[in-house]
């Protein structure tokens, strides 16, 4: 069969990196990376591979072909197939820049309402295939990657891109029926003539879409109360291979166990997630905020946890270690800094900064920069420290395959944990890592920053940066990986906080969680998903069939 | 064989009212009440029965006695089993005054650790009999009603009253790990000493367990915010039929479906929560609080929802409707009445209620009370408005009986749904309740409040009180409640806040719930109850085995 006609509609996004088709990233970024990366890890010569164009990528032959009763939205083009190959975990961009697609998707279908998905399933379950349903692509733990498991014939990827429009908007109880494949940006630009935002902003809110950060249970904007998306789901509408799942729309329910939370978190391995009702926001009118450093990173730790535990909610409460700051240019690479923010659609929140700082000033914090309704607090957060963080945060995603096509090793993990073992988790996980980088890599920096925070814990988030090869890179990744995950599970940490499961830290999900919650998993999949079709692989094991 | 000897090691409750046996209800009180009712219902003369005593009941002898290895934790002893036979519901009661009881459980289980758990479970499973988890008993729902499903040969209770101790408290995280049959004044007494709080106070408070606000979404003290104790729970452990479920404890994850959610409001069906890390409050240290009166409930709504929706999150946010506020005593009868509450362990909050009384004076409020940290906040919340509210929630359990004994109607039913359907929604239930109550009873009354509060929607409870008699009072309910029910599922509304199902709400639970979800939560079962042993008929239905 010929390839059919392309399908999707979108506008086509660069498969080798961040950012569309066309949307240049400025040489002068490049450099600058290729400056800051060299500086930071002392090394002065790099091979720099050449970003990869599609006529360079070999792929195998589709397995599968569409029926023609599913033709008109599903395509077996090379482009669409090599662009559904890959998230964008640090492995998934060295593979691309080696021009490696081993496991390339056989069919992508871009199905235009539920009735498409539902006869991909159908046509899947009937004949043994997998099916990946695909939001943004932004996953960083192999979700979105097609499994490699020879049970299956052939693998579909399911691209929500039709799914992208606000429905529906309830300004009286600020919410809105949301489909799920929306994308960050375009989920905004329709909220904003109503006067809402969802304000949910992850680091891949450009291409990362409403299911996805549903299935995933990603985190958003802000730093504390309302940091997983959970929160702000209000129902959920789910398509599986044995019927549609909706549930009622509630400000909250004490009637049986949360039917939504059910699949919060699911990624992609009970149902397709087509529709939410989500929580929205005012636009927010005040703001009150400040960058506030401490001398060592524990210090300000503890005036971080008092803050949250005070019961206070800021909005933004990005706390960087010393290094951390330095590559975000938020500080001089002296100090750790505090950016602390607070906001609201309703009333000024000076109140609410000036107890913050007060805490902080108590454990020994500067107060750099400090803005509230009275001054520019706008402004401020978009110049000095927090300006620059914020800048760096946007942006850093475009320049991700920089690092891989230089042949280093550029990652980040995340998790949480109590607080009564932070100091010695934390040091135990840089010392881990600094050992094994040297080992490995013969050296490299780690360092870390909280991302989100609540009163039991903080969620840290680690960087590591180490010198590789182009031969090595992968094989040094998975080693450094290793070293990072076994210390989250063995000192008691999650695996994750928010960047989720997938294919690449199933081995560490295993001994987090309890094989009886497995098993509960296992039978509600059985029930729902007969067939298995639905992303195997991810979470828990498919049986024997 | 013998009763076994007394196995319960817990001081007595009695069996037909609230409160301990040897705690007096002073004659005064009473007769007070009797007079509210009469006032309330203008009614002049009630046959008011005696209450029950033991001797008076009749029960079947039990079905099953426990084996030898057994006994030395369970009974047949008549008063185990007439203790356990009802709750606390409106129905429960009346029962309990006619003196019926036809469906005791069998044997009351009393375990000492989860080995004896498991022995139960073992037995019951490869016998055919039912097991109920009991913690403070204080179900409106029939929650904890042995089942009444011949299938069954006998049913035994399981008691927790032995898993009663906080085992830990970790002060830096603020958490506590706390077996799930500690009740409320136990739990915050062995905090106490620690200076911490779980501050999750529902009504039934005093003879509820950490179990059993866990098993069925409770909500507690916090009108916003924390409302359920969802929120509360770390992490939580579950005897199951087949295992032991440890979760993590962790401040947060994205690591999968949150395996806690599965069996928070699981309602005793999935496994027996035997223990959970809690996350804790300080003591509060700064309170602001005041009254606020509006001429109709509609207008102070308005008023309420903004403060909801602008991230104030009042401890306190009871909203009564002009005849509630005058049976709580806290007001005249002619006004809604608004009793709004900040405190804080850490910072004054007289800016957080400064905002919220402007929204209510932008709607017509007037403020009667208010107190912040200059004045004396703890003492205004305890007289005035506030002071007669908060006492007469706390002591009306000790007089529900009372009322049960008077041969009328008296219940409350809560839900929670949407703002944009608010005034339509509550107007249609009242309008039909009023209806109801003339057709079947002849007349009565009907009110009712905010109980809890979220952005995209308020929690109303309902009271309805209405004249009937000895003879038909439980048919009068049955009818009463069947219109109230109806109405929520109709108008969109959920069947419980934080009541939970039970054995009496699963009608409308049914309608609620997606089958798709249902059928996920018997895979569940199935896994980890084969034998179909917990707390049967609960949530959804046992298969033909």
Redesign the interface.
């Known amino acids: 069969m010929n390839a059919p006609m392309a399908v999707s509609k979108g506008p086509r996004r660069k498969f080798w990196s961040w950012g569309y088709e066309g949307q240049e990233i400025p040489e002068s970024e490049v450099k600058s990376m290729h400056a800051r990366v060299a500086q930071r890890l002392g090394m002065s010569d790099f091979t720099v591979l050449k970003d990869p164009t599609l006529d360079e990528i070999e792929i195998r032959a589709p397995r599968i072909t569409p029926p023609a009763s599913l033709t008109s939205f599903c395509t077996t083009a090379k482009w669409d197939r090599v662009a559904h190959s890959y998230g964008k975990s640090f492995r998934d961009l060295a593979m691309i820049y080696k021009r490696k697609y081993p496991n390339p998707p056989d069919i992508v279908a871009y199905p235009r309402d539920e009735k498409d998905i539902s006869a991909v399933l159908d046509w899947c379950g009937e004949n043994g295939y997998a099916a990946v349903t695909y939001g943004g692509g932004s996953s960083v733990v192999g979700g979105i990657n097609p499994p490699d498991d020879s049970h299956y014939k052939g693998v579909v990827t399911i691209d929500l891109e039709n799914f992208n429009r606000v429905l529906e908007v ?1 300004p ?4 809105a029926r949301i489909q799920s494949g929306t994308l960050g940006p375009s989920l905004e630009t329709q909220l904003k003539p109503h006067g809402f935002t969802l304000r949910h902003i992850p680091q891949s809110w450009e291409f990362s879409s409403l299911g996805g950060w549903i299935a ?4 958003g904007h802000y730093a504390t109360h309302l ?2 998306i ?1 929160e702000m789901v ?1 129902s959920l509408r ?1 398509v ?1 291979p ?18 939504d ?7 992609g391995t009970l149902g397709i997630i087509t529709e939410a009702w989500m ?1 929205l926001q ?1 636009r927010v009118r005040f703001r009150a905020n400040a960058a506030v450093s401490f001398k060592t990173f524990y210090q300000g730790a503890k005036a971080v ?2 803050i949250t ?5 800021p909005a933004n409460c990005r706390y960087l270690d010393e290094k951390d700051a330095f590559f975000y240019g938020a500080g001089d690479g002296s100090e750790s800094m505090l950016l602390i923010g607070y906001e ?4 000024p929140v000076d ?1 609410w900064l000036e ?1 913050s700082l007060e805490i902080c000033r108590d454990f020994g914090g500067t107060v750099k920069d400090q803005a509230g309704s009275g001054g520019a607090a706008l402004e401020n957060s978009r110049s000095g420290a927090q300006g620059s963080w914020r800048n760096q945060f946007r942006y850093l995603p475009y320049l991700m395959h920089v690092r891989a096509a230089m042949g280093i090793i550029s990652f980040t993990f995340e998790t ?5 073992k932070f100091e010695a988790v934390d040091a135990e996980i840089m010392r881990r890592i600094a050992d094994a980088e040297k080992k490995i890599c013969g050296g490299g920096i780690v360092c870390r920053r909280f991302s ?1 925070l ?6 840290p988030y680690y960087s590591i940066m180490a010198p590789s090869s182009h031969e090595k890179n992968i094989e040094h990744y998975a080693a450094l990986n290793k070293v990072a995950s076994d210390a989250l599970i063995e000192l ?10 997938g294919r690449s ?1 199933r081995p560490w ?1 295993d001994k ?3 094989p ?2 497995v ?6 999949k ?3 998903d007969p067939n298995w079709v639905l992303n195997p692989g991810v ?1 828990f094991d498919r049986p024997a069939m």
């Not at 995933?216 to 985190?219: A, G, H």
């Not at 535990?309 to 909610?313: D, M, N, S």
């Not at 609201?344 to 009333?347: L, P, Q, R, T, V």
């Open positions: 309830d009286i109880s600020r919410a995933t249970r990603s985190s940091t997983h959970d209000e789910v599986t044995t019927g549609t799942i909706e549930n009622r729309r509630l400000p909250s329910s004490g009637a049986g166990p949360n039917p939370r059910a699949f919060i978190g699911s990624e929580r005012g946890r008092q535990q005070a019961g206070l909610y609201s659609a309703d009333h109140a107890r949480a944990y109590t607080w009564d989100f609540y009163a039991d814990g903080p969620a008691g940490a999650t695996i994750t906080h928010h960047h989720a499961v830290f999900y987090e969680i309890d009886g919650f098993r509960m998993m296992k039978a509600s059985r029930e729902l979470l």
